[in-house]
């Protein structure tokens, strides 16, 4: 079946640092989806990336869509402490309907 | 807006009673999903509702059930509960236009602790 992969698992970053999780996915995705999950919350949207190629940017984040729309990364410039989290990114499959599958998620630690 | 409100927002069951988990999405949000998430285990995907109709179903056993009513919310069950089910349970709704999914608005989850 469909799958979304996430790498790496975990990351620990000195504050300052640069960050980046990668997801790919074994088939086409129409879009991919980035959400942000702080310790002891729940997952929230960040951002939506639907062209080959794409890339988006918020503030310190740099979203791209890969050109086979397979994969997709999520670059932090300069970590802070309020980056610590865990960031999952949900491949949308076109079927009938946008069938959402989420990755395992990155989480992020930021050492100060 | 109201966002998505999931209760009850902690329970605790014994080995091999049954639980109902409630859903109430956002005003107006049609598509409701469910997760389970355990430490490490990210969100597995249990099932979607559309309109009262489950659309999409994940790797769960029989076990866990769900539906949706007219009024979108939704309820999962979960009989003869097992330790390993225990986790933080959370529900999310998109608002579905035409074929395309928008983003998902996850609820603050219900935590089951199984004992």
């Known amino acids: 079946g469909q799958q979304v992969m996430q790498i790496p698992q975990y990351q620990h970053v000195q504050e300052g640092e640069d960050f980046t999780t990668y997801c790919n996915s074994s088939?086409?995705?129409?879009?991919i989806q980035w959400y942000k999950q702080r310790p002891g919350g729940h997952p929230v949207f960040l951002i939506q990336?639907?062209?080959?190629?794409e890339v988006k940017k918020q503030k310190r984040l740099t979203f791209q869509f890969g050109e086979a729309k397979k994969n997709s990364s999520l670059h932090i410039t300069a970590t802070q402490t309020t980056d610590v989290g865990t960031y999952f990114c949900?491949?949308?499959?076109?079927?009938?309907?946008?069938?959402?599958?989420f990755g395992p998620g990155t989480s992020l630690s930021v050492i100060p | 807006k109201a966002g998505v409100t999931q209760t009850p927002r902690y329970l605790i069951k014994t080995r091999g009673q049954q639980v109902t988990l409630s859903c109430s999405p956002i005003?107006?949000?049609?598509?409701v999903s469910w997760y389970q998430q355990t430490p490490g285990q990210g969100l597995q995907f249990l099932f979607e509702?559309?309109?009262?109709?489950?659309?999409n179903k994940g790797n769960f056993p029989g076990r866990f059930s769900g539906r949706q009513f007219s009024n979108s919310r939704s309820e999962m069950n979960v009989s003869t509960l097992e330790l390993g089910d225990s986790a933080l349970y959370l529900c999310?709704?998109?608002?579905?236009?035409?074929?395309?999914?928008?983003?998902?608005?996850f609820g603050q989850g219900t935590r089951l602790t199984v004992v």
């Open positions: 999310a709704s998109s608002l579905v236009t035409g074929r395309a999914n928008t983003e998902a608005f």
């Open positions: 088939t086409t995705l129409s879009n």
């Open positions: 990336l639907v062209k080959s190629g």
């Open positions: 949900a491949g949308c499959k076109k079927t009938s309907y946008d069938k959402v599958i």
């Open positions: 005003s107006g949000h049609r598509s």
């Open positions: 509702y559309f309109s009262e109709t489950q659309r």
